[in-house]
């Protein structure tokens, strides 16, 4: 009712426009209307393109394939001490200072699979003297473990103080007490230090 003479005729003119439905093809040189994508939108719509035309078996295959290698680096750098492909809990050098703190000194709580085997054999003996010394011999390796310990943790946590002043220590203290109960040559990573060689 209101509206103006020159918007309806724009409206009509609008409708009675043809519609071009043909199938030929666009002029390349004819603007397509839209922007040009810039490229790195296009490389990330490829490689889109190419991740969707894996089937789901070839995507969980090369997944395997990629987690073995993984896996078999981790295997080698636990072997070699390579800090690159070494399993988070085992990185850095607070964590490396601790493997080499606990590996250069003799540790009474990794010779404790030997002895506990020596002591279950001693407690199956149907003799009660050598029953009362298994026990006893297990008492005193237990408090000779924890007393070791103890110490070890003391002089470690004052050492990474010195050493590390600024940066996140936490766990390690505990990560080196966990490798001081394995026996050496189990040990993973393995040693990089001589017994006795100062970290």
Do not use: C, H
Request: charged share 30%; glycine share 4%; aromatic share 6%.
């Amino acid at each position: 009712m209101f509206r103006s003479r020159a918007k309806d005729e724009k409206a009509q003119d609008a409708d009675k426009a043809p519609v071009n439905f043909s199938k030929q093809p666009r002029d390349p040189q004819a603007p397509k209307g839209r922007p040009t994508p810039k490229r790195s939108q296009a490389q990330s719509q490829r490689r889109s393109v190419a991740n969707t035309s894996m089937t789901r078996k070839e995507a969980a295959k090369r997944q395997r394939e990629e987690r073995r290698s993984a896996l078999e680096r981790q295997r080698q750098a636990l072997a070699s001490g390579d800090e690159r492909y070494l399993p988070a809990r085992d990185k850095g050098p607070v964590r490396r200072f601790a493997r080499d703190f606990i590996d250069s000194r003799f540790n009474i709580a990794e010779f404790f699979l030997p002895m506990a085997v020596v002591i279950l054999v001693l407690s199956m003996v149907r003799v009660p003297a050598l029953q009362n010394i298994a026990l006893l011999l297990w008492l005193v390796v237990i408090v000779l473990i924890v007393l070791d310990s103890f110490v070890t943790g003391f002089r470690l946590k004052k050492q990474l103080a010195e050493r590390f002043a600024g940066e996140n220590k936490r766990g390690a203290v505990a990560y080196a007490l966990m490798r001081s109960l394995q026996m050496r040559r189990l040990r993973l990573p393995k040693p990089q230090v001589k017994r006795g060689e100062r970290p």
